[in-house]
């Protein structure tokens, strides 16, 4: 069997056991969507050595629609086996860990599966029609995930998060039948997007800032990022680790193939560039005003992205490795701090940093599992998140200037705010937070399976940049 076709079979199986998640009841269905995420992880394992053992693209392609020029075709790239690497991680993690209160577990097992799939799919898309679809349906999961298992607010939550979804996707649908339209012979192909160059200048300014605002409303930056941190105030743990882990890739992907591909992004990357510093340093503001400690991890997200934003839009080979590194890291960091952000709630029923004391003196594993999470977002030194900033501003630098370092101070905000809020909430032991109950040996697993990903990924980073091409 070729190893092209684990692809097409990673996305079956989660559909499979969807499917099986139908007939089941309780934690008969964790235990498939455990299997089915552990399965992804085999599966991203098996392609990425494949990749990184023969340096090619792996991709199989089927027969679909061919009197409209397009087909079912999958491939990954070195930048793609990152995201399904991480993906895989992040959604292994969620379905072990994220659901302590075991509420609802069949409905969340089967949102778990279906948003495999559309990551999966996503990821391996070599045709914009494919990629529409995936993405669609992990929009869907994760409405669901937030409307019917989040908290009190979260019918709210989840009508901002879909119709902010909905106009990105509705924008990503016209650009790629704009692209379909003009593009010679008509290809929904990936590599149609390389060949834009040969349009129209007005046609290729549309079908860029089409699919730009597409994907900058789902990464999200300023001034498209409103619904993210009610989302995650309001969405389950494991939601919450999806929808910054994964979900918000799905846009900084699509932007850094259009940036790559695109020769007309490189006459506004200046501009883009420009709007993402001013993303990041706003939304560390913001950020330091919180008291919600989701809502601050939230706001990381928003700070993150920009920041990768940034490094895309230098159009320069070291930043796109930054941003693809950058992706990376954040998935696993971010993941990790709402898993543990999670347990906290679930622990002491709280979510107000400052009504939170002592943590560490009634769970260490959750104040470690926080203090790993917040030292890669911030880049320490053999952290993933060391690696993604080394390369993300030594390559903005050199596609934009001295300017490129702004970003910089939207990291020391953060990083001193984060500072404050851990050692106050978790380090100080003169008030103690009495916990109602504690995290179980599934809740430690998943912050050991995170810690030691950013630590591995921080180490191997050689490895795996050395066989990207871009």
Same mark, same amino acid.
């Given at each position: 069997m070729s190893i092209a076709l684990t692809i097409p079979i990673a996305i079956a199986v989660p559909?499979?056991?969807?499917?099986?998640?139908?007939?089941?009841?309780?934690?008969?269905?964790?235990?498939?969507?455990?299997? *089915?995420?552990? #399965?992804? %992880?085999? $599966?991203?394992?098996?392609?990425?050595?494949?990749?990184?053992? @023969?340096?090619?693209? /792996?991709?199989?392609?089927?027969?679909?629609?061919?009197?409209?020029?397009?087909?079912?075709?999958?491939?990954?790239?070195?930048?793609?086996?990152?995201?399904?690497?991480?993906?895989?991680?992040?959604?292994?993690?969620?379905?072990?860990?994220?659901?302590?209160?075991?509420?609802?577990?069949?409905? *969340?097992?089967? #949102?778990? %599966?279906? $948003?495999?799939?559309?990551?999966?799919?996503?990821?391996?898309? @070599?045709?914009?029609? /494919?990629?529409?679809?995936?993405?669609?349906?992990?929009?869907?999961?994760?409405?669901?995930?937030?409307?019917?298992?989040?908290?009190?607010?979260?019918?709210?939550?989840?009508?901002?998060?879909?119709?902010?979804?909905?106009?990105?996707?509705?924008?990503?649908?016209?650009?790629?039948?704009?692209?379909?339209?003009?593009?010679?012979?008509?290809?929904?192909?990936?590599?149609?997007?390389?060949?834009?160059? @040969?349009?129209?200048?007005?046609?290729?300014?549309?079908?860029?800032?089409l699919f730009f605002m597409a994907f900058l409303t789902n990464m999200p930056v300023f001034p498209m990022h409103f619904w993210l941190p009610d989302a995650h105030s309001e969405a389950s743990t494991q939601g919450s680790m999806l929808l910054s882990g994964i979900l918000t890739k799905f846009g900084g992907y699509g932007m850094l193939l259009i940036f790559i591909a695109m020769p007309i992004s490189h006459d506004y990357s200046k501009y883009v560039a420009g709007l993402a510093i001013f993303s990041a340093i706003y939304a560390a503001f913001v950020m330091s005003r919180q008291t919600d400690i989701k809502r601050i991890v939230a706001y990381t997200t928003i700070v993150d992205m920009s920041i990768i934003l940034v490094a895309i839009s230098a159009v320069s080979t070291i930043g796109n490795y930054g941003a693809i590194y950058g992706m990376l890291s954040h998935g696993l960091a971010v993941s990790l701090l709402f898993l543990c952000a999670g347990n906290v709630k679930y622990m002491f029923n709280e979510r107000n940093v400052k009504r939170l004391r002592g943590i560490i003196a009634t769970s260490p594993a959750v104040t470690y599992g926080f203090a790993i999470g917040m030292l890669s977002i911030l880049g320490l030194p053999l952290t993933s998140g060391f690696v993604a900033d080394l390369l993300i501003f030594i390559g903005s630098v050199q596609g934009l200037g001295i300017y490129a370092l702004l970003p910089l101070a939207a990291i020391a905000l953060m990083g001193g705010?984060?500072?404050?809020?851990?050692?106050?909430?978790?380090?100080?032991?003169?008030?103690?937070?009495?916990?109602?109950?504690?995290?179980?040996?599934?809740?430690?697993?998943?912050?050991?399976?995170?810690?030691?990903?950013?630590?591995?990924?921080?180490?191997?980073?050689?490895?795996?940049?050395?066989?990207i091409l871009l």
């Amino acid at each position: 069997m070729s190893i092209a076709l684990t692809i097409p079979i990673a996305i079956a199986v989660p559909l499979i056991c969807l499917i099986g998640i139908g007939f089941t009841k309780g934690k008969r269905s964790g235990s498939l969507s455990l299997f *089915s995420t552990g #399965m992804g %992880v085999v $599966f991203a394992s098996i392609i990425a050595v494949s990749y990184l053992a @023969s340096g090619l693209s /792996l991709s199989v392609s089927y027969a679909y629609l061919p009197y409209v020029g397009t087909t079912l075709s999958f491939g990954v790239t070195g930048i793609s086996v990152l995201m399904l690497l991480m993906a895989s991680i992040v959604l292994f993690v969620a379905a072990l860990s994220g659901n302590q209160e075991n509420e609802n577990i069949r409905l *969340s097992s089967a #949102m778990i %599966v279906l $948003f495999q799939a559309a990551s999966v799919g996503l990821f391996a898309s @070599s045709n914009m029609l /494919l990629f529409f679809i995936f993405w669609d349906v992990g929009v869907i999961a994760m409405f669901i995930m937030i409307n019917v298992l989040g908290s009190a607010n979260r019918r709210k939550a989840s009508l901002n998060f879909i119709i902010y979804e909905i106009f990105a996707s509705s924008l990503l649908l016209l650009g790629i039948m704009l692209l379909y339209a003009y593009s010679p012979g008509h290809s929904m192909s990936l590599t149609a997007l390389a060949q834009s160059g @040969s349009l129209p200048q007005n046609v290729q300014l549309a079908i860029f800032f089409l699919f730009f605002m597409a994907f900058l409303t789902n990464m999200p930056v300023f001034p498209m990022h409103f619904w993210l941190p009610d989302a995650h105030s309001e969405a389950s743990t494991q939601g919450s680790m999806l929808l910054s882990g994964i979900l918000t890739k799905f846009g900084g992907y699509g932007m850094l193939l259009i940036f790559i591909a695109m020769p007309i992004s490189h006459d506004y990357s200046k501009y883009v560039a420009g709007l993402a510093i001013f993303s990041a340093i706003y939304a560390a503001f913001v950020m330091s005003r919180q008291t919600d400690i989701k809502r601050i991890v939230a706001y990381t997200t928003i700070v993150d992205m920009s920041i990768i934003l940034v490094a895309i839009s230098a159009v320069s080979t070291i930043g796109n490795y930054g941003a693809i590194y950058g992706m990376l890291s954040h998935g696993l960091a971010v993941s990790l701090l709402f898993l543990c952000a999670g347990n906290v709630k679930y622990m002491f029923n709280e979510r107000n940093v400052k009504r939170l004391r002592g943590i560490i003196a009634t769970s260490p594993a959750v104040t470690y599992g926080f203090a790993i999470g917040m030292l890669s977002i911030l880049g320490l030194p053999l952290t993933s998140g060391f690696v993604a900033d080394l390369l993300i501003f030594i390559g903005s630098v050199q596609g934009l200037g001295i300017y490129a370092l702004l970003p910089l101070a939207a990291i020391a905000l953060m990083g001193g705010f984060l500072y404050l809020v851990f050692s106050r909430s978790f380090l100080y032991v003169s008030e103690n937070s009495v916990p109602s109950s504690f995290d179980h040996r599934a809740q430690k697993a998943g912050y050991m399976i995170l810690a030691i990903a950013i630590i591995a990924f921080g180490i191997v980073q050689t490895l795996l940049l050395s066989h990207i091409l871009l």
